[in-house]
Every structure is written in C-alpha cells, then in structure tokens.
C-alpha cells in the first residue's frame, strides 16, 4: 500500500531552468507534507515543509505547492544550479501518527 | 557535531549474527526515528521515541528487531539473527517534537549480511 508516491524515478533538467517534482497521496489524513533532498552516502537533508492549511510556502529558490483536493504536491526549484542533482523524496505525516511515511524518490539531474 | 551521529557507517556481518546501531541525537531533540532503506526503496519506518511515552514499535518488521533511547537521548537499533534482507541503510533522524516539526537525518549505518 503505497501512501505517497512519486511516479518519475528521473528528472533532467537544464541549468537556469525550473525543475517540478511531483508527489501524489492517498491518505486524507495526511496535514504535513515535507522535501528531502538525498546525496550518495548521506542523510536526507530536509527542505521545505509546508502544512495542510496552506496552499503554497516558498524558501528562497524552493517552492511547495499542495492541492489538496487532488492529494498533489509538487516542488519547484529555479533557477536550477548543478548543485541541485540529486534524489528528492516527498514524505507525508499526519497529527495521529509522528512517523513520516515516504515516496520512492525522484533522482534530479541538472545538465550545464 | 551539530546534527544527528550514527555509528558505525558501516557494517558488514555474517548471517545469524547479531549486531547494534548507535544513534546520537541533536541535543534538545525530544522525537527521535529509525527508518531503513533498502537498495531502490523510499524509506521504511521502523520505530518512534517520544520523551518518556511507550515507543511506536509499529514498524518493526519482526521480532528480531528491538530499539532502546537511554535517558531521553542516545538510542540503539539491536537486530538479532540477521538475515541477508535485513541489508539496508538504517537511518536515525530527532525533531524538536513529534508533530509537524521538520525531521533531521543523520548519514545512517550501511548494513551488510554476507
């Protein structure tokens, strides 16, 4: 049963240019949505959060956006930089249950 | 360091044999997670501290797993019996509290059973 899902396991994207992950959910319950970026050998590195309530929230060259009626959200990076290749992964919790419960993972890659 | 310190980075052990992983949380850190990734997956839940309350063991795949958080901070990951699919990067993360409060991640433990 897969809660959160993130159907592109690959993105190519030129440098300069915008970069749109996307991430799909099925469970209603879900009211915190977060992020992660991962580089090889390390831990996710956490992003931007953004909370049921809103719509959009936006950390400088990152944007979350969240449609609730379509269970989407979708994160936008621009302008793009080399630095941005690699594995995001959306995860999702709600209020009942702390644990985040994550999507498969998209690999980024930022061509020069 | 400042952030979430696991050890050892990497393991490598023969099936049956049991083995422990250390995680060390951000200080003031009252959640703290363990979830695994294996080769090609997202990552998987495992189980949950928060302060003094009953851990949520609800994601530990059997019986051979069990995980301790000593005095609110330091936890251990212990696997019993390993089995070669319990190869994976386990992966500690502590948030200030458990809800909707960002998760950090330290770098994991790279589990291998020969």
Redesign the interface.
Known sequence: DQQ?KQNSPSLSVQEGRISILNCDYTNSMF??F?W?KKYP??????LI?I?SIKDKNEDGRFTVFLNKSAKHLSLHIVPSQPGDSAVY?C?A?F?G?????????TRLTINP | GAGVSQSPSNKVTEKGKDVELRCDPISGHTALYWYRQSLGQGLEFLIYFQGNSAPDKSGLPSDRFSAERTGGSVSTLTIQRTQQEDSAVYLCATSLWGFNQPQHFGDGTRLSIL
């Open positions: 959160v009211d915190y977060l992660y050998a390390e831990g996710p590195t956490f959060s909370s992964f995860a919790s209020q249950a702390q644990k985040l419960v994550f999507g498969q993972g």
